[in-house]
């Protein structure tokens, strides 16, 4: 089955801390990894995607085959990254699948 | 320019009622697609579109139909509403199935 799997709902750290968003997911194939990421009130947009291997606002994210993984990291939190981050895998049928969502709060 | 729009931003709604969401993009995309926002901040795909043909149709309740009149416009038609269908739908498109997908910025609908 396809899925991806947050387990954080909430993640909340000080500001300067490293972020660590978790993100697991099952698929049969090769599939694309992205995040996406919302800040208030504000649409849902691209932040990175594993193909691209490119730092996007101090982020980054390494697909890890054989954990099944592909972790957001920062590591140095700023206040202006508090958003909500989803995790988001397509398959060849380019229908994205995405995780729960993980709020990011960063505390002055 | 907003690069992918949607009308309304809010739409407040009686049981029982029809009502249409629209979606336009100006990125000269082929496929399009509607996205269902629930209270738990969940999103599920429901609809994709490539170029006016329908390709992906997620176990959505027939109440719910798509139409493309062309393949910068996907529009979403709710026939009798119900509470359950509360929610924030987001329209996308992309450039083939698998490239990045441009969201639009959400249409809130509440179902009294």
């Known amino acids: 089955a396809q899925r991806v799997t947050q387990p954080e709902k909430l993640l909340s750290v000080f500001k300067g801390a490293p972020v660590e968003l978790k993100c697991n997911y099952s698929y049969s194939g090769s599939p694309e990894l992205f995040w996406y990421v919302q800040y208030s009130r504000q649409r849902l947009q691209l932040l990175l995607r594993h193909i691209s291997r490119e730092s996007i606002k101090g982020f980054t994210a390494d697909l890890n085959k054989g954990e099944t993984s592909f972790h957001l990291k920062k590591p140095f939190a700023q206040e202006e990254d508090s958003a909500m981050y989803y995790c988001a895998l397509s398959g060849y049928t380019g229908k994205l699948i995405f995780g729960q969502g993980t709020t990011l709060q960063v505390k002055p | 320019d907003t690069a992918v729009s949607q009308t309304p931003k809010y739409l407040v709604t009686q049981m029982g009622n029809d009502k249409s969401i629209k979606c336009e993009q100006n990125?000269?995309?082929?496929?399009m697609y509607w996205y269902k926002q629930d209270s738990k901040k969940f999103l599920k795909i429901m609809f994709s579109y490539n170029n006016k043909e329908l390709i992906i149709n997620e176990t959505v309740p027939n109440r719910f139909s798509p139409k493309s009149p062309d393949k910068a416009h996907l529009n979403l038609h709710i026939n009798s509403l119900e509470l359950g269908d509360s929610a924030v739908y987001f329209c996308?498109?992309?450039?083939?199935?698998?490239?990045?997908?441009?969201f639009g910025p959400g249409t809130r609908l509440t179902v009294l």
């Open positions: 990125l000269g995309h082929d496929t």
């Open positions: 996308a498109s992309s450039r083939i199935g698998t490239d990045t997908q441009y």
